[in-house]
């Protein structure tokens, strides 16, 4: 095999409670990971000569902070691999949207350099190297809709109802680091049992604080409820509610404000890559 193409799935956080702060300045977290049916797409192209090239259709993510770039580096250390690779990003997801497209970029690269390098590691191990770049990496390596803890990268599965999603991302970047140093913001949610996830009352505990700061993301909510109950994932900005079916998410998304992109996507309980992968068999 010289050449592989795989997604990178977008997620969505149904719920988001933080239960405290850390000593090392980071927050104690627990969500429920969405994992959804679209996303960005990356192709590898093997190489002999042991250089990683990356080109994008959005020329801004050409650089040596791209997560992918430095996902494909460290796999390459970690495994003291000779060969290289030329990977294109087909960037598809808003970026800076908290649908953690980044993080699946970095974790499907690990995920197919592995196979295309033949490097059999385990799916723990590329697990703990995806840590390293980002906590929600090991979600999307793991590839299943899950209830999290720690700083996001405890991992239970959980089955749940793949229903459909209306996402809408207002055209505003927040800054996740400026969200989790605020002083407004809450950290102090009760703890909820994984026997208790289904029940419990979910709610985004940054979405208070983003709408005071970004009044665009207040907006789209205010717009969004309209057609459904909605809220925002992760720091936002995109905000997402459930349809019954096509025809009334369509209709939603027919109407969607000008300052506004959207796409409406499934939930899934487990990441389109895992079928990808297996077509290479």
């Not at 997620?11 to 977290?29: Q, S």
């Not at 294109?88 to 295309?116: E, F, H, I, V």
């Not at 992109?261 to 890559?273: D, E, H, R, T």
Request: with cysteine; glycine share 8%; proline share 4%.
């Amino acid at each position: 095999m010289t050449t592989l193409t795989l997604p990178a799935v977008a997620k969505l956080n149904l719920f988001l409670h933080i239960t405290g702060r850390r000593a090392d300045g980071y927050h104690n977290l627990e969500t429920l990971f969405q994992l959804l049916d679209v996303g960005d797409e990356l192709r590898f192209s093997l190489r002999q000569d042991g250089a990683i090239e990356l080109d994008c259709n959005n020329n801004e993510l050409i650089n040596e902070q791209n997560l992918v770039l430095r996902a494909a580096r460290l796999l390459q250390h970690y495994s003291s691999c000779n060969l290289g690779c030329d990977i294109y990003l087909d960037k598809r997801l808003p970026m800076g949207g908290g649908l953690g497209g980044g993080s699946s970029d970095a974790a499907t690269t690990l995920l197919g350099l592995n196979k295309l390098w033949q490097l059999n590691l385990s799916i723990d191990v590329l697990a703990e190297l995806g840590l390293t770049l980002g906590a929600d990496v090991p979600l999307f390596v793991r590839g299943f809709t899950a209830f999290a803890q720690g700083v996001g990268e405890k991992l239970q599965p959980v089955k749940l109802d793949e229903k459909l999603y209306l996402v809408v991302t207002p055209h505003c970047h927040i800054s996740t680091a400026e969200v989790f140093q605020h002083p407004d913001l809450i950290r102090n949610s009760a703890k909820i049992s994984f026997d208790d996830v289904i029940t419990a009352q979910w709610r985004n505990d940054c979405q208070p604080l983003v709408e005071q700061l970004y009044p665009i993301v207040a907006i789209t909510l205010q717009w969004l409820v309209e057609y459904a109950p909605c809220q925002m994932t992760g720091t936002g900005a995109s905000v997402f509610a459930a349809f019954p079916d096509q025809t009334s998410a369509q209709h939603a998304l027919a109407q969607l404000p000008a300052n506004c992109s959207g796409f409406i996507a499934k939930g899934v309980n487990q990441s389109p890559i895992w079928a990808a992968l297996a077509d290479t068999e």
